[in-house]
C-alpha cells in the first residue's frame, strides 16, 4: 500500500481486498469441495459432470464444456457439459485438429484472450473473433494430453479475466488425476468385464467340450441302433468281470448269440424292418438279465452276454430264457414273423483264460449250434480241434470260388403216383484239402452272410442246366432242382443273368427247378411276384423248400406263382410215430392240393414212410432211403440198377438234344 493514497481510496482498496479474499475463499472452498467429491468417484462420466458443473461455477461460465481426447488419437468428444446447450452439444465428437480444442492440444497451453498478443497476425485474425468469449485450459494427464475443460460466454462480463484462467488451470491440473484415474478404471472394468466374458466364454466352451465328450464315448462305446454297449465296450466290461472274478474265484459266462435268417429278413423286408427287429430283440434280451449281466451287440445280428457267476445250469438256464423270449412273433411293418437265435456259451476261467480266448470259444460254440441247429451249445475243447474259424472257412471260400473248387450232387425225387424218378435236387458239395468234404450246412451260411452266396447260385444253377441238358441229350427227362437263395431273387441283375445261362444252355425241354425258403412270403410281394412271373415265363418252375418250418400260411402262398411245396423233413422223419406230424403232413398236402399245388416229402427214410406218403395222397418223395445225394457217375449207376422206372424223353426230342 503506497503513501499516495487518498483515505477514500484506500477504504475502496480495502473493500475490494475484502472481496477478493472473500472470492478466494469462495474459490478455495469450491476446489476443495471439488477435489472431494471427484476425489471418491470412480465413474468416469460422473466424475466429468462433476467437473464440468465446478467449473463453470468456478469461472461463471455460460456453458461449460469438457472435451475428451479419443482413444483414436484422431478425435475428441464432449463428454461432458453444463449450462446453456451443453446438452446438445454433449455427445458430439470432432478432428482433433479443429477449433480452438485443436489450438489448445497442439500447443499444450490454455486458451484466452490474452493469449491474442502472442499470435502471429494470422492465427490473430483467424481467432479474434472467438478469442474473448471463449476460455480453455487443457487437461494433463502423467505427461499425456487427456482433453481440455472450456468455458463459452463469462455471465455478467464481456470475457474471461486472467484470474479466471488461473483459477481454471489449477482447477484443471487437480482434476485431471481424478479423470486419469476414471479412465484408468474405465480400462480396468473393461479389461475386467472382457476377462469376465472370455471365462465365461471359456466355461461354456468348456461345458459344450464335455458334453461334446460324452457324446463321443457313446458313439465310441455304445451300439447306435440298439443303444447297448459295443464291441469296444462288451470287450472292456468282460476284461473287468475277468478281473473280479479272479479276485472272487468264480467263473463267469460268455454267451455269443446270432439271430438265425436275420439277413433274410433285412434283404426281403429292408433295413429299416431289420434295424427294428434288432431293436425289439436288444429289448427281450435286456429284460432277461439282472443288473450284474451285460448284453451288447457286437454288430450285425450279433449279440454278447457277460453273466458274472453263472454256473453251467444257471447259463444254461439264461440261454433257453433268451430263445423262449424270441418265441413271440415280432410285429414290424404290419407283419408277424419269428427269428431264432444260436447261442454258444464258454466259461471263465475253464474255458479260456483271457477275454480273446473265451470269445472266441463262445463264438465256436455258438457256431456248432448254428450248424446243428441245437439252440444253445456249451463249448466243448474236443470238438473245437475239428472246427475251422469262420473266419479262415470265409477266406477259403472265397478262394474256392475263384477256383471253382465246389461239386454238385445230385439226389433223386420220385413221383409216388407213377412211381418213376422224374427229377433230382443239385445239393453243393465243397471238397477241401484239409477239411474233407464240408457240408453245406456249413458253409452255406458263410456264404450268405459274406454276399457270396449270390455267385455261388449262378454257379449252382450253370451246373445243374448243364446237367439237365446232358441228360435231355441221353434221352433222360429229368429237371433238376436248384436251391436258390433271396439275395437272388432280390438282386435286379438276376432276372436277365438267369434268362442268359438258360438260352446258354440250350435245353431241348424246360426242366430248371428252383428251391426257395418260405422268406420269400416275407417279401414285398409285388416284386418278387413280378420276378417269379417272368422267370415263369423262361420254363423255370418254382418249389418253396422247408415248407412249415417257417411262419407263413398257405393264403399268401396262392398269390406266388409257385408249383410245388417241400414238406420240411422234420415232420416227415418222425411222422409215423408222432401224431402231429402226420396231422401236420396229412392238413398240408390237402391243403396244397385245394390251392393247386403239387406236394413233395422230403427226408423219406424208410418204405413205410413212403407208403404212409403215397396214403396220404402226397406226390412225390426224396429221402434216403430212395437214394442219398449221388455224384454223376453214381448217380448214372443207381438209374441202371434202381427198381424205379426213370422217365424217358421222346426219341425225337433226344435226338434234338
Ligand atoms: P435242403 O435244400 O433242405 O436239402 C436237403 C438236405 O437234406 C440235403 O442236405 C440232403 O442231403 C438232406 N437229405 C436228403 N434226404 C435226407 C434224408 O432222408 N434224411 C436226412 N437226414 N437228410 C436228407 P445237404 O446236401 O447237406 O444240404 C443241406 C442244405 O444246404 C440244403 O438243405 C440247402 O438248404 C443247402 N444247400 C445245399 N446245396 C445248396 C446249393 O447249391 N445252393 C444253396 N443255396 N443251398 C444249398
Ligand atoms: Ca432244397
Ligand atoms: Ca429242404
Known amino acids: 500500500m503506497s503513501k499516495a493514497e487518498l483515505p477514500g481510496d484506500r477504504e475502496r482498496r480495502l473493500q475490494e481486498l475484502e472481496q477478493a479474499l472473500s472470492d478466494r475463499e ?20 460422473t466424475v466429468l459432470q462433476l467437473i464440468a458443473d465446478r467449473a463453470r461455477r468456478l469461472i461463471q461460465a455460460e456453458t461449460l464444456l469438457i472435451p475428451i481426447l479419443d482413444e483414436n ?15 446438445e452439444i454433449i455427445g458430439e465428437s470432432l478432428p482433433l485438429n479443429y477449433g480452438v480444442c485443436g489450438w489448445v492440444w497442439r500447443h499444450r497451453r ?19 473473433r472467438e478469442a474473448g468469449t471463449l476460455i480453455m485450459v487443457p487437461l494433463m494427464g502423467k505427461g499425456h494430453f487427456l482433453g481440455g475443460i472450456a468455458g463459452i460466454n463469462k455471465i455478467g462480463a464481456e470475457e474471461f479475466s486472467r484470474q479466471d484462467l488461473n483459477l481454471l488451470t489449477l482447477f484443471a491440473s487437480q482434476v485431471s488425476i481424478a479423470i486419469e484415474n476414471a479412465m484408468a478404471y474405465a480400462e480396468l472394468a473393461k479389461a475386467k468385464s472382457e476377462a469376465e466374458a472370455y471365462q465365461s466364454d471359456l466355461s461354456q466352451l468348456n461345458s459344450e467340450l464335455t458334453t461334446i465328450n460324452k457324446e463321443l464315448e457313446r458313439i465310441a462305446l455304445y451300439d447306435q441302433l440298439t443303444g447297448l454297449p459295443n464291441r469296444l465296450l462288451i470287450q472292456d466290461r468282460l476284461q473287468q468281470a475277468l478281473f473280479a472274478a479272479q479276485r472272487g474265484n468264480y467263473q463267469v459266462a460268455v454267451m455269443m448269440v446270432d439271430l438265425d435268417s436275420f439277413k433274410e429278413v433285412n434283404d426281403t423286408l429292408g433295413h429299416d424292418a431289420g434295424d427294428q427287429l434288432l431293436k425289439q430283440v436288444s429289448e427281450r434280451f435286456s429284460a432277461e438279465l439282472r443288473h450284474t449281466d451285460t448284453v451288447g451287440r457286437l454288430g450285425g445280428d450279433e449279440f454278447a452276454l457277460i453273466i458274472p457267476g453263472a454256473s453251467t445250469e444257471i447259463a444254461a438256464q439264461i440261454a433257453g ?14 407283419m408277424r414273423f419269428s427269428v431264432g437265435a444260436s447261442i454258444g456259451v464258454a466259461f471263465y476261467p475253464e474255458d479260456g483264460a483271457d477275454v480273446a480266448t473265451v470269445l472266441k470259444h463262445a463264438d465256436m460254440a455258438m457256431y456248432i449250434a448254428k450248424r446243428n441247429h441245437d439252440g444253445f451249445t456249451l463249448y466243448n475243447a474236443e470238438e473245437d480241434s475239428f472246427q475251422p474259424g469262420r473266419l479262415t472257412m470265409a477266406t477259403d471260400l472265397r478262394q474256392a470260388m475263384v477256383n471253382r473248387e465246389f461239386d454238385m450232387h445230385y439226389q433223386p425225387k420220385i413221383d409216388l403216383r407213377t412211381g418213376a424218378l422224374y427229377g433230382v435236387e443239385a445239393l453243393a458239395r465243397w471238397p477241401h484239402s484239409e477239411r474233407g468234404f464240408v457240408r453245406p450246412a456249413e458253409f452255406v451260411p458263410i456264404l450268405e452272410h459274406t454276399g457270396m452266396i449270390r455267385a455261388f447260385s449262378l454257379w449252382a444253377i450253370e451246373r445243374g442246366l448243364h446237367q439237365c441238358a446232358v441228360w435231355q441229350g441221353m434221352g433222360l427227362d429229368l429237371t433238376v432242382a436248384v436251391n436258390l437263395s ?7 441283375r438276376f ?4 434268362i442268359n445261362l438258360i438260352e446258354r444252355a440250350k435245353l431241348p425241354k424246360p426242366g430248371l427247378v428252383l428251391e426257395i425258403t418260405e422268406s420269400v412270403f416275407l417279401s414285398e410281394h409285388s416284386k418278387v411276384r413280378g420276378v417269379l412271373s417272368l422267370l415263369q415265363k423262361q420254363g ?27 414238406i420240411d423233413q422234420s415232420f416227415v422223419k418222425d411222422m409215423e410215430q408222432d401224431r402231429d406230424d402226420a396231422i401236420i403232413v396229412r392238413s398240408t398236402i390237402d391243403l396244397a392240393h385245394n390251392l393247386g399245388l403239387q406236394v413233395i416229402a422230403e427226408g423219406v427214410t424208410n418204405e413205410s414212410t413212403l407208403r404212409l406218403l403215397t396214403d396220404m395222397g402226397c406226390d412225390m418223395a426224396q429221402g434216403f432211403y430212395i437214394s442219398r445225394p449221388l455224384p454223376v457217375d453214381e448217380f448214372h ?17 433226344a435226338r434234338s438234344g
Open 26 to 45: 469462495h474459490e478455495l472452498e469450491l476446489l476443495k469441495e471439488t477435489a472431494n467429491a471427484v476425489g471418491g468417484q470412480l465413474d468416469l462420466d
Open 73 to 87: 488419437c484422431r478425435e475428441y468428444t464432449y463428454r461432458a457439459g453444463a449450462g446453456k446447450n451443453a446438452e
Open 110 to 128: 490454455p486458451w484466452w484472450r490474452g493469449m491474442l498478443d502472442e499470435l502471429t497476425e494470422v492465427e490473430r485474425n483467424r481467432w479474434e
Open 321 to 334: 430264457n433268451l430263445l423262449k423270449s424270441l418265441d413271440t412273433e415280432f410285429e414290424i411293418e404290419n
Open 486 to 492: 433271396m439275395q437272388n431273387l432280390l438282386d435286379p
Open 495 to 498: 432276372p436277365d443273368q438267369l
Open 540 to 566: 423255370v418252375s418254382f418249389s418253396i423248400d422247408d415248407f412249415g418250418t417257417g411262419h407263413s400260411s398257405l393264403s399268401r402262398l396262392k398269390k406266388l406263382p409257385v408249383s410245388e411245396l417241400k
Open 637 to 653: 449207376f443207381f438209374i441202371e440198377n434202381t427198381r424205379w422206372k426213370v422217365n424217358k424223353l421222346p426219341l425225337s426230342a
